[in-house]
């Protein structure tokens, strides 16, 4: 079975309204498809990498390359884990969690992107709350840090109802113009006192080096709802 060389794709964190799994072949070009459609209206840019500024194919093919880039290039020591998000068995967008040298730093980063006719409903604070679960809870995290440009409220929203405390801000280029970007840490004694979606996780523990960690006994047992 492909879990036996790759347990990631094994790998499911399910919330109350939420599933959070790499997608299959067919729901990786679903996938595509909803980015295809929308992320944003035009005159917003809320990704640091302007990808959404391609043509509607473009960004298809994309989130398509993007997808197998980042399983390729997968390594303990850097990992960018791009879950596809489901609500009622439809796919609604995309959670990733990424990381270098989590094995020491016990630092996870996340950023997310849902389809336009899923927003405005709550899903975004429910599927990173999954994977913030799964960087405390399942991986043993220190500490998660997420960014946001000033203007975007919809993601500010999301870290703030989350219990993030700021962490200082830099100055980027945004198609070509100067922006602030505003940044966030959540401490796990925070994250613990603040979380409050119930979340489970299912085959984790054999995904433990691939995270970087030691699968000693008991390291990763799959948690249940928090």
């Not at 060389?5 to 599933?19: D, I, K, N, V």
């Not at 489901?86 to 389809?115: I, K, N």
């Not at 429910?126 to 399942?138: D, Q, T």
Request: net charge neutral.
């Amino acid at each position: 079975m492909l879990t036996d060389h790759w347990p990631l794709q094994g790998l499911r964190l399910t919330t109350p309204r939420l599933e959070l799994r790499l997608p299959e072949p067919g729901e990786l070009a679903a996938l595509a498809d909803l980015a295809a459609e929308g992320v944003h209206s035009p005159e917003r840019m809320p990704f640091l990498v302007p990808w959404t500024d391609a043509p509607p194919a473009e960004r298809a093919r994309g989130v398509v390359q993007h997808h197998w880039l980042r399983l390729g290039d997968w390594t303990p020591a850097a990992w960018q884990l791009n879950l596809s998000v489901f609500a009622e068995g439809r796919l609604v967008g995309q959670q990733t969690l990424f990381a270098r040298d989590f094995g020491v730093l016990r630092e996870a980063s996340s950023g997310s992107w849902l389809g336009m006719r899923h927003q405005g409903k709550g899903i975004g604070t429910e599927m990173r709350a999954a994977v913030l679960h799964l960087a405390f809870a399942g991986l043993g995290a220190r500490e998660a840090v997420t960014d946001a440009w000033e203007d975007n409220a919809p993601s500010l929203g999301v870290t703030r109802k989350l219990g993030y405390e700021p962490d200082g801000v830099e100055r980027r280029t945004r198609r070509g113009r100067p922006a602030t970007m505003l940044r966030f840490r959540l401490p796990r004694a925070r994250w613990e006192a603040t979380a409050r979606v119930p979340v489970h996780i299912e085959g984790l523990a054999p995904c433990l080096p691939l995270f970087g960690l030691d699968p000693a006994p008991g390291a990763g047992a799959d948690p249940g709802p928090a």
